[in-house]
């Protein structure tokens, strides 16, 4: 039982590049996050799922779109990175909603030269 | 004015001291609260929860939570190096978190 796992563990893009986050679970989780964790700011809501095939956005969705095709993985596209998305991204899954524990990935630290 | 405020530290106790983390929150409609570690380069986990207020204790944990103040606090009794995380609050309703508070406990 691996939990929530996350790939790749790092990434270094140059502004205007594209990249995919993917992050996967297997505890059978409906609802399923992505966050974005920055100094001073605390972890910040950018997109979340509360099941297959469905998407919302957060507190800070721009620049950024999602996918849930399969339940057990959620993935985090940037279509065009700039330097303000340097940050460590954690995904995060749980059974239900916002009562319900959420377990974290370990994390992704992308940098945007 | 952010929604959360939480002082970032860094805090620095010897061992066996008694820590005290706070958060404070604009938000009358947060329902629940909750204390999240997060060891460096680690993703957070939950460590304690609670929905009302008043006290929730748990080993060497106390959380405590005053709705009218709208202020929740972390009490680590007997802290060990063990301890040594960044200690994030977080309140819903719609999920938000502090900006966490680093310790270190020093042998």
């Known amino acids: 039982n691996a939990g929530v796992t996350q790939t790749p563990k790092f990434r270094v893009l140059k502004t205007g590049q594209s990249m995919t986050l993917l992050c996967a679970q297997d505890?059978?989780?409906?609802?399923m996050y992505w966050y974005r964790q920055d100094p001073g700011m605390g972890l910040r809501l950018i997109h979340y799922?509360?099941?297959?095939?469905?998407?919302a956005k957060g507190e800070v969705p721009d620049g950024y779109n999602v996918s849930r095709l399969k339940k057990q993985n959620f993935l985090l596209g940037l279509e065009s990175a700039a330097p303000s998305q340097t940050s460590v991204y954690f995904c995060?899954?749980?059974?239900?909603?916002?009562?319900?524990?959420?377990?974290f990935g370990p994390g992704t630290r992308l940098t945007v030269t | 004015q952010k929604e959360v405020e939480q002082d970032p530290g860094p805090l620095s106790v010897p061992e066996g001291a008694i820590v005290s983390l706070n958060c404070t929150y604009s938000n009358s409609a947060f329902q629940y609260f909750m204390w999240y570690r997060q060891y460096s380069r680690k993703g957070p986990e939950l460590l304690m929860y609670?929905?009302?207020?008043g006290n929730k204790e748990d080993g060497r944990f106390t959380a405590q939570v005053d709705k009218s103040s709208k202020y929740i606090s972390l009490f680590i009794r007997d802290s060990q190096p063990s301890d040594s995380a960044t200690y994030l609050c977080a309140m819903g309703g719609d999920m938000r978190f502090g900006a966490g508070t680093r310790l270190t406990v020093k042998p």
């Open positions: 995060a899954s749980s059974a239900s909603g916002n009562l319900d524990e959420q377990y």
């Open positions: 505890m059978n989780h409906e609802y």
């Open positions: 799922s509360v099941g297959e095939g469905t998407t």
């Open positions: 609670t929905y009302s207020s």
